[in-house]
């Protein structure tokens, strides 16, 4: 396709394509046409003539040619003439005199017989006639003959060309009369496009909330107007989350930045005298610093996730040995609660030893954060009842979830209110649970939640065993 055709409107080029389909269509029929009448005219007439022809040679063989009952017969078809002509050419018989003579006939010959014309027979045009004609040489009562055989085609040859002309200049005025048609209609029915275009075209990331109309008819244009409006909500939803999390993001830092750069001005001010604003000052400052590299990573990890750039090594894992030493590093490091392993059956999964040791650690942590000091925390791996998944639960008794923010937790910088926490607010930047919720799903791991405020946490992991 050049670039003079590429710019042309689909509306066009619609109506060019079927247009072109239509005259190529046209003059195919035109062609059939014209050549289902000459077959048909110059079938009929052959048939005619070898009819005659083979009624007068058995009334010759039987020698009962051109007498009373031969003629009493009557073995000429009709529109067929005969001529008899004896061996110097004089006419004997002529089934009619008016008819052009002999000469003239043999004159006007055609040397290019058309294709639909018996290799066998002649044919002739004269004056403003077609005739197609047969000779047969005979002995008939010792006398040599000559037998002439004539059938008109047509006595108005200008009718057929006219007919030819007729159709062929009604083939090019259809032609014309479509493409103008095709191209109105091509027009009106691509005009929900162009409307569907001029208001996409007003849409920017200001006004995301504004909807493609959907029309009426069940058809192309309204399951394209529907897939659009989908794809419209999509977008706005992830143009609402990203700038929550930007929003969300700022915030988080703002925080430790703000905090860092006040003890770096109460250290630039007093740290050089006091050993206590020093040793102060450089604690806070590293404990902020920690808890940003926290973050920032955090941020990596579900920026690369959002990318699909997250890169996972699964293999086949013991998860009993997995919860052990998990467990057994949560009891290490964890001084305010009490940490227990209960039950903790065999079954080989198929997973990334790394992300998984993270997820369980995300909701270890979550229970160490909303449990008060002296509280339990503890795990139990079993198989289903069916025997295809292992199922991991991960509880505490601490002060629980309430049921109308069980859903928002897995969200990003999503925090329940201090209010109900322990000593009156837990830090954390509210990414873990996300992280825990990706990982789960790369995994076809299940998440379940029972719980109650005052009554604990338990959290139920669902997941695969090897085939």
């Known amino acids: 396709m050049d670039g003079r055709t590429a710019k042309l409107r689909i509306s066009t080029k619609i109506a060019c394509l079927y247009g072109a389909i239509l005259f190529v269509m046209l003059c195919l029929m035109s062609f059939v046409t014209g050549l289902g009448i000459y077959f048909s005219y110059y079938n009929q007439a052959e048939k005619e003539l070898e009819i005659t022809m083979h009624n007068v040679e058995r009334h010759i063989d039987d020698e009962t040619a051109f007498t009373r009952n031969f003629w009493r017969d009557d073995p000429i078809m009709p529109g067929v003439i005969l001529r008899v002509t004896d061996v110097s050419g004089q006419l004997m018989i002529d089934t009619d005199s008016r008819y052009p003579s002999i000469d003239e006939i043999d004159d006007g010959v055609v040397r290019k017989k058309p294709l639909w014309a018996n290799r066998e027979m002649q044919v002739s045009k004269v004056h403003n006639m077609i005739i197609y004609h047969s000779r047969l040489t005979t002995v008939y009562r010792g006398e040599l003959l000559q037998l002439h055989f004539y059938r008109t085609i047509t006595a108005d040859e200008s009718f057929l060309r006219t007919l030819q002309y007729s159709v062929l200049a009604l083939t090019v005025v259809s032609f014309l009369l479509a493409l103008f048609v095709g191209y109105f209609m091509s027009n009106r029915i691509l005009q929900p496009i162009r409307t569907m275009t001029k208001l996409v075209r007003k849409i920017e990331i200001e006004r995301m909330d504004r909807r493609v109309p959907v029309p009426a008819s069940h058809d192309e244009l309204s399951e394209l107007a529907d897939t659009f409006n989908h794809m419209l909500d999509r977008l706005e939803t992830g143009l609402k989350k990203q700038q929550r999390f930007v929003s969300d993001a700022s915030h988080e830092l703002r925080t430790p930045v703000t905090v860092i750069l006040g003890y770096s001005d109460l250290l630039s001010r007093w740290g050089r005298s006091d050993k206590d604003v020093l040793d102060e000052g ?56 009490t940490v227990e392993l209960r039950r903790n059956d065999e079954g080989e999964i198929y997973a990334d030893p790394v992300t998984m040791r993270q997820m369980i650690r995300v909701f270890l942590q979550n229970s160490s954060k909303y449990t008060p000091k002296g509280g339990h925390i503890w795990a139990d791996s079993h198989r289903s009842e069916d025997g295809k998944s292992m199922i991991l639960e991960l509880a505490d008794d601490g002060i629980g979830i309430a049921k109308e923010n069980q859903e928002k937790i897995f969200e990003r910088f999503y925090r329940v209110d201090s209010s109900r926490t322990k000593d009156g607010g837990v830090g954390g930047t509210g990414l873990g649970l996300s992280i825990a919720r990706w990982i789960a799903e790369q995994h076809d791991i299940d998440i379940a939640i029972e719980s109650d405020l005052g009554k604990g946490t338990k959290f139920i992991l669902t997941i695969p065993l090897v085939s």
């Open 282 to 337: 450089i604690a806070s400052i590293h404990s902020e610093a920690v808890d940003m590299q926290q973050l920032i990573e955090k941020l990596l990890f579900l920026a690369r996730a959002d990318q699909k750039r997250q890169v996972l090594h699964k293999e086949n894992l013991e998860l009993s040995e997995l919860v052990e030493d998990v467990m057994k590093k949560m009891k290490l490091v964890e001084k305010d609660h």
